[in-house]
């Protein structure tokens, strides 16, 4: 049964960083590509970066260079460091797999205010 678990967010002000963690069970993390997706109260859920199982990363333009994605695939964990935070980051932000599963995680929420 595939399980994502995201955690690491919380309130910061702007400029402020966090780091996101998404514990993956269930299926082969290695062998899959990982995205991370966020979803702001009244918008849909949006594409934040992905990492392939290789490690070539990609971004939305929103967060090119202030947000970084990783992966451990010896712990099952997917990672986005969020730096230089923006009021507009705000939202829930949530991991899948690419292709996505179609169980998704409950997110872990992001609020960017001072």
């Known amino acids: 049964q595939v399980q994502l678990v995201e955690s690491g967010g919380g309130l910061v002000q702007p400029g402020g960083s966090l780091r996101l963690s998404c514990a993956a069970s269930?299926?082969?993390?290695?062998?899959?590509?990982m995205r991370w997706y966020r979803q702001a109260p009244g918008k849909e859920r949006e594409f934040v970066a992905h990492?392939?199982?290789?490690?070539?990363?990609t971004y939305a333009d929103s967060v090119k260079g202030r947000f970084t994605i990783s992966r451990d695939n010896a712990k099952n964990t997917l990672y986005l460091q969020m730096n230089t935070l923006k009021p507009e980051d705000t939202a829930r932000y949530y991991c899948?797999?690419?292709?996505?599963?179609?169980?998704w995680g409950r997110g872990t929420q992001v609020t960017v205010s001072s």
């Open positions: 899948n797999a690419q292709p996505s599963f179609a169980s």
């Open positions: 269930g299926f082969a993390f290695s062998r899959f590509g």
């Open positions: 990492i392939a199982s290789g490690g070539y990363t």
